[in-house]
């Protein structure tokens, strides 16, 4: 099994050769706050030699506690600058009403609609992922199996227009980088074309707190959470 903290180190190492804005730079991840609720993605599909989306065959032990704090950024460091922001437009996800590729990298676009989808429909990906590539084939792959995938996009158009809307400065949400885990989905099969999705979830009660499974519309007590074969976990901040 691969241990989580391994999985996090590696998240945390500076990426060198990453360009931004046409400039060689080094990127390392980092939180700015600590939210309340936390989704931990666990990347176990990728795509192939032949451009396939396949599922990495793997355990991954995520503990029932998480410390985030190793992760919580610093802001600016001395000796470094702000790169001045001279295109006011690519501070948008992307555009929704002239579909304008604003602050979307070519290649990546190029990449993602040579799979066969829309301009719209990777625009509408890459915005609700942040631009991440990768989380954008596994956002496309999973709404077009769904059947959703034009619901999806206008999902994300709306919500990209209302977030450019808004012009709210409000301070996001903090506290101490401690979590515990709630719940996670798991994917039962070998690859993303075909397979089931079930959640384990934490209840609490007067007895205490245990775990049960849903799966459809079946629930039951689990005593063994594999905790170690989820895809998506989400975690809450701990109180005290």
Known sequence: AIP??????????????????GRPCTKTVRLATMPKYIAVQVQR????????PRKLDCRVLMPETLDLEPLR??????????????DAAGSSAFAVADGSRAGVDSEQLAMLTGLGFTEQQVLA????CGQNADRAVEWLFSHSEAGDLDAAVAQA?????????????????????QYELLGFVSHIGRNTGCGHYVCHARREGA???GWVIFND??????????RDLGYLYLYRRRTA
């Not at 999985?7 to 804005?21: M, P």
């Not at 990906?125 to 609700?128: E, R």
């Not at 919500?159 to 101490?176: F, I, L, M, V, Y």
Request: charged share 30%.
């Open 4 to 21: 989580a903290e391994a999985c996090l180190r590696r998240l945390a190492a500076a990426e060198d050769g990453v360009t931004f804005r």
């Open 45 to 52: 599909y990728y795509l192939d030699e032949k451009w396939m």
């Open 73 to 86: 950024g610093g802001g600016r460091q001395a000796g470094e600058a702000e790169i001045p922001d001279d």
């Open 125 to 128: 990906a890459l915005g609700a």
């Open 157 to 177: 158009e709306a919500e990209a227009a209302a977030r450019d809307g808004s012009g709210t400065d409000a301070e996001p949400e903090d506290g101490p980088g």
């Open 207 to 209: 007895g205490g707190s």
């Open 217 to 226: 519309e079946l629930v039951a007590k689990s005593e063994n959470p594999p």
